[in-house]
T-cell receptor, first 112, second 113 residues
Framework: NAGVTQTPKFRVLKTGQSMTLLCAQD?????MYWYRQDPGMGLRLIHY???????AKGEVPDGYNVSRLKKQNFLLGLESAAPSQTSVYFC???????????FGEGSRLTVL | AQSVTQLGSHVSVSEGALVLLRCNYS??????LFWYVQYPNQGLQLLLK??????LVKGINGFEAEFKKSETSFHLTKPSAHMSDAAEYFC???????????FGDGTTLTVKP
């Protein structure tokens, strides 16, 4: 059971570099999400998607872009990385309207 | 906008003692409520969820939570803590007509031998 898979799991970037985090789910879920987790701040929603071809902004969208070209994939892009984007990023998916989230194992990003 | 408050960022109990982790929410409509657990260097996994059926919800690993609408609370309990329960716990709320969930800041549970 693969569930939700995130790649890469670790990445170190220099300020100004760009990168893309890939999330793939094999559960045929409609909804997908990107969160960031920082100490003492819980999980904050960056962007989410309620279906293929649709995306919406979450709580902290600035500096990030997303795309959902295929139902099973949700990409998170950083066009010009900043040290403030150093964090652990989690992708999650859910069935339409049930609310229960299935999480990936996280991607640890460090921006120097 | 919905919000979730978890009282106490750190809770420490002795092995065998009662675990009580507090969660209060604000929501304008009846919500779905969840508790998730995160072990070190792992993603979150669902402990239990309330979706307007029974107000007392039983989850995995002996945890349960009670939905109290009058108090807007959804506290998590376990009668007897095990060392393996040491982890971070997150309460989350999702309004039934919304596509996204809102999380509390988390409570780190430490279990002392």
């Amino acid at each position: 059971n693969a569930g939700v898979t995130q790649t890469p799991k670790f990445r170190v970037l220099k300020t100004g570099q760009s990168m893309t985090l890939l999330c793939a789910q094999d559960m045929n879920h409609e909804y997908m999400y990107w969160y960031r987790q920082d100490p003492g701040m819980g999980l904050r929603l960056i962007h989410y998607s309620v279906g293929e071809g649709t995306t919406a902004k979450g709580e902290v969208p600035d500096g990030y872009n997303v795309s959902r070209l295929k139902k099973q994939n949700f990409l998170l892009g950083l066009e010009s990385a900043a040290p403030s984007q150093t964090s652990v990023y989690f992708c999650a998916s859910s069935r339409q309207n049930t609310g229960e989230l299935f999480f990936g194992e996280g991607s640890r990003l460090t921006v120097l | 906008a919905q919000s979730v408050t978890q009282l106490g960022s750190h809770v420490s109990v002795s092995e065998g003692a009662l675990v009580l982790l507090r969660c209060n929410y604000s929501s304008s409509v009846p919500p779905y409520l969840f508790w998730y657990v995160q072990y070190p260097n792992q993603g979150l996994q669902l402990l239990l969820k309330y979706t307007s059926a029974a107000t007392l919800v039983k989850g995995i690993n002996g945890f349960e939570a009670e939905f109290k609408k009058s108090e807007t609370s959804f506290h998590l309990t376990k009668p007897s803590a095990h060392m393996s329960d040491a982890a971070e716990y997150f309460c989350a709320v999702k309004e039934t007509n919304a596509g996204k969930s809102t999380f509390g800041d988390g409570t780190t549970l430490t279990v002392k031998p």
